[in-house]
């Protein structure tokens, strides 16, 4: 028997030419182009084609979390300047956690100015690592980010936020705010391929995971078994375990729209069976994993060296990625957030 192969970065990593990192989305949200990986050889299709690429009695799981306009711009007392990303809101206070980038770190009980329009008081170091700021805010920080804070696109693109991208980086069926980072293959969904999936008998289902920033941190290590990952809360709902349960008596198809869905439900089936709740998330998923829910994957394509492509590695097999990628390198396809998007199945070994 051969032994399981160690992965380094390294091994996830390709050449991307930058012309082909999408800097605005498609003009219609299904008018992206869709690589159906599923077979031997891959398929260059629509995304509006989705609907006859799955089987009455499957079940898409999306992820509903909103994205919240997260980045703030500011200024010290002493006039230094500060942008901070709210990474997470503290359930039920005005307290938040964020990044703050400044010349130098605001202190412990010192306030910031942001937007001109309000206070956040610093009331110190938070998160893994102490990497974070702990900010009390004057009002209430969900309507202070609506009324006074920006999108907070990836680093990867290189235009301000726009009245586009308000519209754009939010999925159709958005519900709940929390997410600094858009679940992006849910970005390809319009009313008419909702519309048509239910024509065609395909089941719907949600799951919330609240996207952090860290979903663009670098891998620093060399060995892939030495990463930590980030946090993100996730909650799978009763109804959704239901639908699962269904879906599988009914010999259907359980397919993860986007990786964060995909972590959802497999977080909450670590012990074994599919459980509702709400949690915090740590899980790293490699070429490896035994998966316990999820049967495909629709998902956008990913950042080289990232946690990401060792996850949709390790469900559809690293030879095959590397194979799709490299055909959509070469057809030209648009990668990352608003970027065109990708069909997997399981693999089956």
């Known amino acids: 028997m051969s032994l399981p ?8 990593d390709f050449e991307l030419p930058p012309e082909l990192i999408a800097q605005h989305p498609a003009a219609e949200r299904s008018g992206s182009r869709l690589l159906d990986g599923r077979t031997a050889e891959p398929v260059d299709r629509v995304f509006r084609d989705l609907p006859s690429l799955l089987n009455p009695g499957d079940l898409l799981v999306f992820n509903d979390t909103q994205v919240i306009k997260a980045r703030l ?8 300047a500060v ?7 503290l359930p039920g206070t005005h307290e938040v956690w964020a990044h703050v980038r400044a010349s130098k770190s605001p202190k412990p009980g010192s306030t910031v100015r942001f937007a001109e329009a309000f206070d956040a008081e610093v009331l110190g170091r938070c998160g893994p690592d102490n990497g974070m700021f702990h900010l ?5 920080p969900f309507q202070l980010l609506e009324a006074h804070g920006h999108v907070p696109l990836p680093p990867y693109i290189e235009h301000e936020d726009s009245a586009d991208d308000v519209r754009r980086y939010q999925t159709v069926f958005a519900r709940n705010p929390g997410a600094v980072a ?7 969904f319009d009313e008419g391929v909702l519309a048509a999936l239910a024509a065609r008998g395909v089941q719907t289902a949600s799951v919330t995971l609240h996207v952090g920033a860290g979903t663009f941190q670098p891998v620093r290590v060399e060995s892939i078994a030495d990463h930590k990952m980030h946090s993100e809360w996730f909650e799978v709902p009763a109804a959704t375990v239901e639908a699962i349960a269904a879906t599988r008596a009914a010999g ?4 993860s729209v986007g990786t964060t869905s995909l972590r959802a439900l497999e977080s909450a089936a670590r012990g074994g069976t599919l459980q509702a709740g709400a949690s915090e998330t740590e899980i790293f998923i490699t070429p490896g994993f035994q998966f316990r829910v999820v049967d495909g994957l629709l998902t956008n394509f990913h950042l080289p060296k990232s946690t990401l492509m060792m996850l949709v590695s390790a469900l559809a097999g690293y030879d095959t990625v590397r194979r799709l990628y490299r055909h959509a390198i070469a057809e030209r396809y648009r990668f990352f957030s608003y970027g065109d998007a990708m069909l997997l199945s399981r693999r089956s070994d």
């Open 83 to 89: 942008e901070a990303l709210v990474e997470r809101v």
């Open 182 to 188: 858009a679940p992006t293959a849910a970005l390809h």
């Open 136 to 140: 009390r805010f004057s009002a209430d």
């Open 252 to 255: 259907g198809r359980v397919i």
């Open 73 to 80: 711009y500011g200024h010290k007392a002493s006039g230094g």
């Open 5 to 12: 192969r160690s992965y380094t970065v390294a091994d996830f």
